[in-house]
């Protein structure tokens, strides 16, 4: 009997792990901000590899099909010395072996399995299947069953998380003195045995009195254990995040944890020098605990904002500024309109903003480093300047995850679902502005990635705005309005440039047209091109090759659409500089008088935004009094048969 018994004892255990991994908790769904999501699996023995090994996830919806929607490869982990391995989301506390983007987990119901098998033998869209399969769980968050989805994987019950935002759950395994296998909810316990049992861990949690700091500055670093140290814990963390690194800063990173204590600080002060690196990111992260002392938290990001940022010789939006950027068309780069009307003059505006032949599509992603630059705050350097807000963000503030309080994205001017294009998965890849799409008139699906109208917006302004028409939408209310003319150009431009698109009157409900006509002439007519729109113009014509000619010839909007529509165009204030010209008008904006410095100038005559001459000046010293009420002007100076034209913002 003596002999049998440990016999008895190693079947029944060998039985109870008939898999090498099992599922040993769950929690698909943590309400309200789906970062805490994990799944722990567990060893048979402690500090296995699980290489050769990887979770697939079945989306169990009608869309879904019961097929894989994501595959995360276990090569080059191990489980601890529990033999548990917790994969799952940043917020998750003890902090994850291994993690996954936030929202990555479907709610339900759904499954997911442990194979023996390459993340190439389940592509997306894989239908669920026992072939090498170790263990598997067919779950929910009160679903109805998914009974084919349970044959598929041969399992017979289907789980169900009752976790809330107050009472969070987990579906949790358990395994009774007869080896029984049984589920159920309770309170998650990431990386610690389900019923209490096994290796004790010490999590350590990193903290710091603020996210953000100027270079310059000086903040503490404390790490604080869940119990007080049995013996000196000593550990190092690294701050080093892409440019940031040693040289930005002071302080040890090398510390410990006194036996009989549970907590250790240390002071940073961050290196304030002169060059303009830009805002920079330092991430705090441990590199050497060895368990049982574990992270509870990690990667805990800190922003350094640089002192050191530049501001543009020309004004925000709110605070416009004109004539300080010039336009870079090339010279005649519009002699082509001169004398045409109506269609004839659409269709050569089309020949030149859409040539197949010099004009490029980049992808949607390099429209990030396209807005970075062109939509670059004047009064900040590190900082975009959002349209509809009307204010300044981080360029570091780029949305990437689902949260997007604080964050900015890209903005359509003319939505997606209006226009009727959207992105292919080539769009995903920033290839860089020398490889491009060759694109023409019919290239509808560019329209997706064109510069020219797309902007750096609020995240959630975007999501507020969604696909509403300009007219429904006016803005967020309090606001100057300083991006009305902007969109309204942005858009009316991608109607000449994409066949397929048209700006009509009222709020059309027909894909690819987008209203209101009337609202956006008002638009364009009460908020002309300024120095920052022809700054952005500029830097997209470096990638596209292509122009917005409503910022550069503003009159042409009413010869398409507006008041002069079917008369003859004709660029009547030329832009044949002086030859070496230098001329200074200023102060601009000005309360009416102003003075000229440069180059001799025979004459000056005054226009109107619609091209309407005011005054003409012939005889003047250094200065002029104009007598104009406030607005935007349009000055040509002359000199014999030599003309430049400047802009003029009069308060």
Same mark, same amino acid.
């Given at each position: 009997?003596?002999?049998?018994?440990?016999?008895?004892?190693?079947?029944?255990?060998?039985?109870?792990?008939?898999?090498?991994?099992?599922?040993?908790?769950?929690?698909?769904?943590?309400?309200?901000?789906?970062?805490?999501?994990?799944?722990?699996?567990?060893?048979?023995?402690?500090?296995?590899?699980?290489?050769?090994?990887?979770?697939?996830?079945?989306?169990?919806?009608?869309?879904?099909?019961?097929?894989?929607?994501?595959?995360?490869?276990?090569?080059?982990?191990?489980?601890?010395?529990?033999?548990?391995?917790?994969?799952?989301?940043?917020?998750?506390?003890?902090?994850?072996?291994?993690?996954?983007?936030?929202?990555?987990?479907?709610?339900?119901?759904?499954?997911?399995?442990?194979?023996?098998?390459?993340?190439?033998?389940?592509?997306?869209?894989?239908?669920?299947?026992?072939?090498?399969?170790?263990?598997?769980?067919?779950?929910?968050?009160?679903?109805?069953?998914?009974?084919?989805?349970?044959?598929?994987?041969?399992?017979?019950?289907?789980?169900?998380?009752?976790?809330?935002?107050?009472?969070?759950?987990?579906?949790?395994?358990?395994?009774?003195?007869?080896?029984?296998?049984?589920?159920?909810?309770?309170?998650?316990?990431?990386?610690?045995?389900?019923?209490?049992?096994?290796?004790?861990?010490?999590?350590?949690?990193?903290?710091?009195?603020?996210?953000?700091?100027?270079?310059?500055?000086?903040?503490?670093?404390?790490?604080?254990?869940?119990?007080?140290?049995?013996?000196d814990i000593n550990f190092t963390v690294s701050l080093d995040n892409f440019g940031f690194n040693s040289m930005d800063y002071s302080g040890s990173v090398s510390l410990t944890i006194p036996n009989g204590q549970n907590s250790t600080s240390t002071t940073i002060t961050?290196?304030?020098?002169?060059?303009?690196?830009?805002?920079?990111?330092?991430?705090?992260?441990?590199?050497?605990?060895?368990?049982?002392?574990?992270?509870?938290?990690?990667?805990?990001?800190?922003?350094?904002?640089?002192?050191?940022?530049?501001?543009?010789?020309?004004?925000?939006?709110? +605070?416009?500024?004109?004539? %300080?950027?010039?336009? $870079?068309? *090339?010279?005649?780069?519009?002699?082509?309109? !001169?004398?045409? #009307? &109506?269609?004839?003059?659409?269709?050569?505006?089309?020949?030149?903003?859409?040539?197949?032949?010099?004009?490029?599509?980049?992808?949607?992603?390099?429209?990030?480093?396209?807005?970075?630059?062109?939509?670059?705050?004047?009064?900040?350097?590190?900082?975009?300047?959002?349209?509809?807000?009307?204010?300044?963000?981080?360029?570091?503030?780029?949305?990437?995850?689902?949260? +997007?309080?604080?964050?900015? %994205?890209?903005?359509? $001017?003319? *939505?997606?679902?209006?226009?009727?294009?959207? !992105?292919?998965? #080539? &769009?995903?890849?920033?290839?860089?502005?020398?490889?491009?799409?060759?694109t023409e008139a019919d290239s509808l699906r560019h329209g997706n990635s064109d510069a020219h109208a797309l902007r750096a917006a609020d995240a959630a302004e975007n999501s507020a705005r969604g696909n509403q028409h300009y007219g429904q939408y006016t803005g967020p209310?309090?606001?100057?309005?300083?991006?009305?003319?902007?969109?309204?150009?942005?858009?009316?431009?991608?109607?000449?440039?994409?066949?397929?698109?048209?700006?009509?009157?009222?709020?059309?409900?027909?894909?690819?047209?987008?209203?209101?006509?009337?609202?956006?002439?008002?638009?364009?007519?009460?908020?002309?091109?300024?120095?920052?729109?022809?700054?952005?113009?500029?830097?997209?014509?470096?990638?596209?090759?292509?122009?917005?000619?409503?910022?550069?010839?503003?009159?042409?909007?009413?010869?398409?659409?507006?008041?002069?529509?079917?008369?003859?165009?004709?660029?009547?204030?030329?832009?044949?500089?002086?030859?070496?010209?230098?001329?200074?008008?200023?102060?601009?904006?000005?309360?009416?008088?102003?003075?000229?410095?440069?180059?001799?100038?025979?004459?000056?005559?005054?226009?109107?935004?619609?091209?309407?001459?005011?005054?003409?000046?012939?005889?003047?010293?250094?200065?002029?009094?104009?007598?104009?009420?406030?607005?935007?002007?349009?000055?040509?100076?002359?000199?014999?048969?030599?003309?430049?034209?400047?802009?003029?913002?009069?308060?």
């Open positions: 009997m003596k002999r049998i018994f440990p016999i008895l004892l190693f079947l029944m255990s060998y039985c109870g792990w008939s898999q090498v991994l099992v599922i040993n908790e769950f929690d698909p769904d943590s309400p309200s901000t789906d970062t805490a999501e994990f799944i722990e699996i567990k060893s048979q023995t402690p500090n296995f590899s699980t290489n050769g090994y990887i979770l697939v996830f079945f989306n169990g919806s009608t869309n879904g099909e019961d097929s894989s929607y994501l595959t995360i490869d276990l090569m080059g982990l191990e489980t601890d010395n529990n033999g548990l391995l917790v994969i799952g989301g940043a917020e998750v506390v003890p902090f994850p072996q291994l993690i996954i983007s936030e929202n990555s987990i479907q709610n339900g119901a759904d499954a997911v399995g442990i194979y023996q098998a390459n993340a190439s033998d389940f592509p997306g869209g894989t239908l669920a299947t026992q072939t090498n399969l170790i263990d598997a769980m067919v779950y929910g968050t009160n679903d109805t069953e998914d009974t084919v989805l349970l044959g598929l994987l041969g399992e017979t019950t289907q789980y169900n998380d009752n976790g809330t935002n107050s009472n969070p759950r987990s579906i949790q395994r358990f395994v009774d003195a007869m080896d029984n296998e049984s589920y159920s909810t309770a309170t998650p316990t990431p990386r610690r045995e389900n019923d209490g049992s096994g290796i004790a861990i010490n999590p350590i949690s990193i903290s710091v009195g603020a996210t953000q700091f100027d270079e310059g500055g000086s903040f503490d670093i404390t790490f604080t254990s869940e119990v007080n140290a049995s013996s961050l290196t304030d020098d002169a060059e303009d690196e830009g805002d920079e990111v330092m991430v705090i992260r441990f590199l050497d605990l060895i368990e049982p002392i574990v992270p509870s938290n990690n990667n805990v990001e800190v922003r350094v904002v640089d002192n050191d940022f530049t501001v543009a010789p020309w004004g925000t939006p709110v +605070n416009p500024t004109v004539g %300080n950027v010039q336009s $870079t068309q *090339p010279n005649g780069y519009y002699d082509s309109l !001169d004398g045409l #009307s &109506d269609l004839a003059l659409r269709q050569a505006l089309q020949d030149i903003i859409a040539d197949p032949n010099t004009v490029r599509a980049q992808t949607y992603a390099d429209v990030i480093d396209i807005i970075l630059e062109a939509d670059q705050n004047p009064g900040n350097s590190n900082q975009v300047w959002l349209v509809y807000t009307e204010q300044g963000r981080a360029k570091l503030d780029l949305q990437t995850g689902s949260s +997007n309080v604080g964050k900015w %994205n890209r903005e359509h $001017t003319y *939505p997606r679902s209006r226009g009727g294009f959207n !992105d292919i998965d #080539s &769009d995903d890849i920033a290839d860089g502005i020398d490889v491009f799409w060759t209310s309090g606001t100057l309005g300083s991006f009305r003319g902007d969109v309204a150009r942005s858009v009316l431009y991608m109607e000449i440039r994409y066949n397929g698109l048209e700006v009509v009157n009222g709020f059309p409900n027909s894909t690819g047209q987008l209203g209101d006509l009337a609202t956006l002439l008002d638009w364009h007519r009460n908020d002309p091109p300024d120095d920052f729109e022809m700054n952005r113009n500029n830097i997209v014509y470096t990638w596209q090759l292509n122009r917005n000619p409503f910022i550069d010839q503003p009159l042409l909007v009413e010869y398409i659409w507006g008041n002069n529509v079917g008369e003859v165009w004709s660029q009547s204030l030329s832009i044949d500089d002086f030859e070496q010209s230098e001329i200074t008008i200023y102060p601009n904006p000005t309360d009416g008088r102003i003075y000229l410095e440069g180059d001799k100038t025979e004459s000056m005559e005054v226009y109107s935004l619609e091209g309407k001459l005011l005054n003409r000046f012939t005889e003047f010293e250094n200065y002029i009094d104009l007598n104009l009420s406030s607005g935007l002007y349009i000055l040509k100076l002359l000199n014999g048969d030599k003309s430049i034209v400047k802009k003029l913002i009069v308060n």
